[in-house]
């Protein structure tokens, strides 16, 4: 029997119809980890790395620390894996962005492994990232660098324009997150191709592909390049996020909060769009720029594009990335003639939108 599972604010679900949680299954069978390179290593030049705790479940509100700083590896899978991710992470915002921490003032980084307050998800929260051990649909969260990467870029956002977590503000915070969370994937995969224009066309711009259906091949969380083609299967349904402004899926706030993990498809287009032409790199330097100084709470689809181009001209100057950035954006149906409307769906009930999703 399948229901409609909708997580906590920032977290990290797959927003669609889904079995209800096997509480039988057995618990995921812990296997090496692949090396990870320098991965706690602080940039050259730059100030310390942030601490990074990770923790475990111990009794009923209660943790233990499992891993600390540049400790070994302690064969728990899930906590290595968070421990891990979160360095590489911390390595992105210090050595692409020049960010110290979430915060950008050092602040220690802490993850929670074992977490099933919300089963087969992850989220952040201000005491740090939370992972769970999955369930019928997810493997282990904390498995998926980008979905670490996406659920620290929650805390950046929130301490930087503190996009509020409804309707195109929302969907705009995770967007943001599912941006950084591929970008800092591609970023580990290959740093020159991470420069280039050819790197982000030969990039993988799914998310959430490492913990999704453990067992399915192709599927993902989202679709980065191709919105709407994540999964398809009759445990989730099908994935109806839409890549343009004329399919914006106009939902009230009850349902997904206004569709932030649905609606979100059309701004992570804009900038797959804009990364083929200009390569990842310069995407995520111009959202960060654009995040940090120009984005207002409440801000709107278009007026993150307006943002998000203003950016590029104050980083790259007039020329070929401000106009890349607005073709990828009018790509999408923003940034359209002057007094131009775009036309969006009529307003869609939680039951419909599960009737569309099949």
Partial sequence: MKRQAWARKGGYPVSAPRPALNLSAPAPTLR?????????????????APPITTWVPLGTDRVRSAREGDEPRTGDESVDHAHE?????????????????????????????????IPGNAYWDESGMHYSDGDAVTGMLSKGLDVAAHEMFHGVTSHSAGLNYVGQAGALNESISDVFGTAVEQWHADHKGFRTADGARRGNWQIGEAVMTPGTTGDAVRDMARPGSAYDNPDMGRDVQPGHMRDYLNLPDDVDYGGVHLNSGIPN??????AQL???EKVAKIWYDALTTKLGKDATFEEAAAATTSSARRLYGKGDVPHAVRTAWKAVGLLQNAGRSIPMTPPMTADQLAELMG
Wanted: proline share 7%; net charge neutral.
């Fill in 269 to 274: 287009r804009a900038a797959h769009e804009a």
């Fill in 32 to 48: 090496p980890l692949p090396p990870v390179a320098a991965a706690a290593s602080a940039a050259p030049g730059w100030r310390k």
């Fill in 85 to 117: 991710n979160a360095q590489i992470t911390s390595n992105f915002l210090q050595r692409v962005l020049k960010r110290d921490s979430l915060d950008g003032a050092g602040g220690a980084l802490d993850n929670y492994a074992h977490d099933e307050s």
């Fill in 278 to 280: 200009i390569g990842t």
